[in-house]
């Protein structure tokens, strides 16, 4: 049977491994957060978890996170220190080392490569070295890491066959070559630049409706009547997770290496950072028109988490709006079922505030009644505005 070997069994690299033993690949990994190795023991006794063995399987895929620092530049430690274990375990098999994690062009052949081959051996000939990004989207119930396409790139031709008979094996999906390694990480810069952009697009119209007294919400879904040539994002709170925040600072800083400033790709970005503080802007001047202030009210909170029914709080834009909230001196009550490290009160509770503001709209709080709510913030603006006797405000409505 064949064997694989995944590295960092995140929310990239654990499906990926449960797909490789359904299809059949005795499955090594590496993991090295003991909360997840203790579970993943519990769940998959079948996958040879942290086994000595593990870097001497035939393809070893590597997931580990790709952050970026407090200065938005990126952080290839994981990376790294993941290609100096495989190096010392490579040999002259033909072994095939894929990169999933998300990285800019050029990482792959002037980071990863130079680690790998410190080992003595040569990529093409001793091993090869491939750049398959991962396109998970948590949560999603209908694309999953078995029927998402992938794109895949390497640095040469034996390199990318292998590569492409591996995911062509895993997954049931289509697989698309490129011309190269750094074509392939390119992509998913590109794919995840252009969500950042379109949903700073949305965030910035929204602010120029709202000063307008238009509705954005009824404008978005007016436009949405046209039936081609647009890809609509919505105005929110922000953008949190692991990718949109994040991937566009990869490219704006490898961009000005290249001696071209990207200003249209750093303003949406800047775009996208003005929206949480936007958002309390809108407490505050919906508080005035209550006639009250936001010191010393109590200031409900619906959602910590960066996205829709998921409990992920990473860089998650509700962190800020609460931050700042908390600074204007209210009592804040938070309430994310998805997130109770981060919850402080019963949804009641919240729903008894002086305000409330939804910002992250899980499934469970459509039930919630607003009507009686003083001041409403509708960050995703999901609710029916009709409906709220207290004063209302939405992004851009
Ligand atoms: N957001 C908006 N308006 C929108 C869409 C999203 O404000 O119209 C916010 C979300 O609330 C969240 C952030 O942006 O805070 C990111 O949202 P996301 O839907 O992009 O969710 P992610 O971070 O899980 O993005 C993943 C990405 N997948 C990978 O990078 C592999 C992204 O490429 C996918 O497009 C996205 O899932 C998806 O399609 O849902």
Known sequence: MPSVC?????????????????????????????????????ERPDFHLNHPDALKTETIVICVPTPVDEKKLPDLTFVEGVAR?????????????????????????????PILESSGYTEGKDFFLAHCPERIDPGNPVWNVSNIPRVIGAMNQIGLEKALAFYRHV????????????????VKIYENSLRATNIAFANEMAIIMQNMKLD??????????????????????????????????????????????????????????????????????????????????????????????????????????????????????????????HSNASVDEVMRCDAVMLLTDHTPFHILVFSDVPVVIDARNVLDRTKIKGVYKGIGR
Do not use: W
């Not at 491994?17 to 519990?42: F, H, M, S």
């Not at 080392?97 to 800019?104: A, Q």
């Not at 997954?171 to 390119?186: K, Q, T």
């Open 6 to 42: 995944v590295v960092g069994l995140g929310y990239v690299g654990f499906p990926l491994a449960e797909l490789c033993a359904r299809k059949g690949y005795i499955v090594y990994a590496l993991e090295n957060d003991p909360l997840k190795v203790q579970r993943i023991q519990n």
């Open 85 to 113: 274990e495989v190096a010392e375990h490579l040999d002259d098999s033909g072994r095939l080392v894929v990169l999933e994690s998300t990285v800019n062009p050029f990482v792959s052949r002037n980071a990863v490569l």
């Open 171 to 186: 997954l049931d999906a289509g697989v698309h070559p490129l011309s190269s390694i750094e074509a392939a990480e390119m």
């Open 216 to 341: 954005a919400k009824e404008i978005i879904e007016a436009v949405k009547t046209k039936p081609f040539g647009l890809n609509m994002c919505s105005p929110g709170p922000g953008v949190g997770g692991h990718c949109i925040p994040v991937d566009p600072f990869y490219l704006i800083n490898e961009s000005q290496k290249f001696g071209f400033e990207p200003s249209f790709l750093r303003t949406a970005m800047r775009v996208n950072s003005y929206m949480p503080g936007y958002t309390v802007s809108l407490l505050t001047s919906a508080m005035n028109e209550a006639g009250k202030s936001v010191k010393g009210s109590k200031v409900g909170i619906l959602g910590v988490s960066y996205k829709k029914d998921v409990g992920d709080i990473r860089e998650s834009p509700a962190l800020e709006v609460i931050r700042r909230v908390k600074g204007l001196g209210a009592d804040l009550k938070i309430y994310d079922p998805l997130v109770p490290s």
